[in-house]
């Protein structure tokens, strides 16, 4: 593809190129609040497997099959939990609950509470990421905010065995 007449020259683009992007570890703040978390970590410190970096050992691969297996879609199990209960809510209009029903709904409500709390948990941590990730890094409303952050989590003094220690 030349042209004789123009010093420009054409480009040709393929877009049937795949581009693989790096599969990247996010550690989930709520991770450690889960049962079974400290298992997961202990048996990947302990595991055989001789890898120079062990922080890649445990994020690459116990933590994230780990997520994957036991805690899942957060928002797919709210879903259900809420399409559980408002059958059951149904069921309770037409007719008396059995026991086991009465404590299968007790336990969904229980559990839908702990995952609402969880998916707070989880947008509060991916708001705070956001703000690098869109190049707000420089911009005075970061500053703002990151200031703002830090007078909220200064520590003046601390009580020491009753004793105020400040810096």
């Keep these: 593809m030349s042209s004789s007449t123009s010093d420009h020259c054409p480009l040709l683009l393929s877009l049937a190129a795949e581009l693989k992007s790096a599969w990247r570890f996010r550690f989930e703040a709520f991770w450690p609040k889960v049962d079974g978390f400290l298992e997961v970590v202990e048996g990947a410190w302990t595991s055989g497997q001789i890898i120079a970096n062990t922080f890649k050992r445990l994020a690459a691969n116990a933590l994230a099959s780990w ?3 036991f805690i899942g879609s957060n928002k797919k199990q709210i879903l259900l ?3 559980l209960i408002l059958h059951l809510d149904a069921a309770m209009e037409s007719r008396a609950l ?3 029903e009465r404590g299968f709904r007790k336990l969904l409500k229980r559990k839908l509470l702990g ?5 707070r948990t989880i947008a509060r941590q991916r708001s705070r990421i956001t703000w690098l990730a ?3 890094a420089c911009t005075k409303f970061f500053h703002l905010h990151a200031n703002h952050r830090r ?3 200064f520590i003046a003094q601390l009580k020491v065995d009753g004793v105020l220690v400040s810096d």
């Design 134 to 136: 869109e190049g707000d």
């Design 115 to 119: 995952l609402a709390s969880l998916e």
């Design 67 to 69: 997520n994957d297996c």
């Design 98 to 100: 059995s026991t086991e």
């Design 81 to 83: 939990a809420n399409e």
């Design 151 to 153: 007078r909220k989590n």
